[in-house]
């Protein structure tokens, strides 16, 4: 009897320590997860969906992947066209969603970027969080614009797939909403939201941040140094304190990687939070860093061609 009772007691610890092992799996996505292959091959994806034809340009320049839909919202409050585009790759049973920067990236990057600058920055409502007035009346317009619809669709025939969530620069911004958006109406969860922005600048408030943690496992804030990642600026004293700072906060975890004119693109340094110092360098010196990644695929004055 004792020697089964032994047995019963072994088999529970064994359970047990396989239950604590898979939660520390299921939660081990943080910075040292980060994949700089997978973040390449996301950005061509991404980079590729702002063509002037992405139907045609995604599955040519990332195979497997199909344009479902594209929303495109003309003078929006960040610079000019917003725009998101749907894809799904269903071999990879993935779906993707990309929010482009600036369609005037060029003249941001010369002069855009300095309404960052503004001394008063406000804030206005989104699902009860407090983000930057220009972003909340952008993500608005484009969700009564035909966003809605296009995710419902996406959803209705691929639910059962996870979902990746892209943005650039302050698009950057966009995506981030729309992780909450989707999380809080209960399309995709936690566990099937992944997040990746390029060069995005600082959101919204603590809460909005800490709402964008909870939202997606995966999120990785992926930049070079750059001056606009500084932006606007933040007077939080303490990284996820009990009650959110009314000041401005990255979420996410930070990647941050370095140009050299002799050693090339070099990174990236990993960092716990994306607001850690080794992963806000860049000086406005820098700022020609804002609109490129990975071998030239870089924004500019005309959309990709293929």
Known sequence: ESGSLSSMWLSRLTAWLLLVAFHHWVNAQDQNSFSDATSKSIWTLAYYTTSATPETCVPKKSPGWKVLSKVVVPGAPIFGQSQAVISVNEVKKQINIHFR???AVTTFILSGYTYLLQSDFPVQPFEGLNVAQEFAKTFTAMWQGGLREATNAAWEEYCDFPILVTGYSVGGCLASMYAVKIKKLGLWDYSTISLYTYSSPRCGYQDFALAV???????YMVR???YVIQLPATTCTSINPANPQNCYWHPGYGLQYAYSLWWGTTGPTRCATAETAGCLAGT??????HN???SGMSYGLW????
């Open 101 to 103: 920067g600036p369609d």
């Open 213 to 219: 943690n909870a939202a997606a496992k995966e999120r």
């Open 224 to 226: 070079y140094n750059d």
């Open 284 to 289: 406005i010196l820098d700022i020609s860093n």
């Open 292 to 294: 490129g990644f990975y």
């Open 303 to 306: 959309p990709p061609t293929c």
